[in-house]
């Protein structure tokens, strides 16, 4: 498998940073997660605006210009000849300093690589178990808006979810508020409205988030950017998860309790299914 590193590709095994890469040793940096379909990234402009915002918030450089990121990418996919995968772009402040400053970390490292996507067996669609995890996003972070490479949080609520024999996990905000799931948005249906939790309120703007509110404007179905707690969240028609990886993943089961399908949401990943079709051409 060969692997993008700072504007070369080269063999996994042989792509290193250094030990003082600030990614490593801090979090400092961003990532972004795409679906590739048919050879092309799905929507990556949009996981480069994001990643842009990101960069200018953390007050890191990109090396490259996103339409040179983007070219990079589909010769990384052509390189590996993986028409079907999930490409992941690492941006970290590059090296620097023992300690917190950022004076001196000028060079920036990026870096893509490619991966299979999760095993799907189509004759058993998948679903997942949800739990409520006790781990809490800050209600109003700012940096909730982008994909930071500190993700520790997260790694713990999945970490629980596994451990009580459940799939993903469910974090509230510190308002108790629902926010989002360790590894994607939340939706869930509510007499025949789609909702989602409004972002601002410790809630990734997904790139899939986007996505499907947009089908559902095509479809015709009503949505709602609502405020929500657990409590009447199992009081809904249908929950699913969104992600890049995976899509559209609908929960089957929440704390313990079976989660009625819905046919509305058929619906919306037939719809989704489509578009990654079509933009695949």
């Known amino acids: 498998m060969e692997v993008f590193l700072n504007g070369k590709y080269l063999p996994a095994a042989d792509a290193v940073v250094p030990l003082n890469d600030r990614g490593f040793l801090l979090g400092d940096g961003l990532f972004e997660t795409a679906r590739v379909a048919g050879g092309q990234p799905f929507r990556f402009a949009q996981h480069l605006e994001r990643l842009s915002r990101g960069a200018d918030f953390l007050k890191i450089k990109l090396p490259f210009t996103p339409k040179e990121i983007q070219k990079f990418a589909v010769q990384l996919i052509g390189k590996n000849n993986l028409a079907e ?167 089957a089961a929440f704390d313990g309790q079976p989660v009625a399908p819905s046919p509305l949401v058929d619906q919306i990943v037939g719809a989704y299914n489509e578009i990654l079709r079509r933009e695949a051409i």
């Open 85 to 251: 995968a999930v490409l992941r772009l690492t941006l970290t402040r590059g090296a620097g300093t023992r300690g917190y400053s950022i004076k001196g970390a000028d060079q920036p490292t990026l870096a893509m690589t490619l991966h299979p996507l999760p095993p799907h067996n189509p004759d058993e669609p998948l679903q997942w178990s949800l739990i409520t995890s006790s781990h809490k996003i800050p209600a109003g972070d700012a940096l909730a808006s982008f994909k930071t490479t500190s993700k520790i949080l997260n790694v713990l609520a999945r970490a629980e979810a596994e451990e009580q024999g459940a799939d993903e996990a469910l974090l509230l905000n510190t308002n108790g508020e629902v926010a989002e799931t360790a590894g994607g948005n939340i939706f869930w249906i509510y007499h025949d409205t789609v909702c989602t939790v409004p972002t601002g309120r410790g809630v990734l703007p997904g790139i899939t988030r986007a996505v499907i509110l947009e089908i559902c404007q095509s479809l015709g179905l009503a949505t709602n950017k609502r405020v929500i707690k657990p409590e009447h969240l199992r009081k809904a028609d249908g929950i699913f998860v969104t992600q890049s990886a995976l899509g559209i993943i609908p929960i």
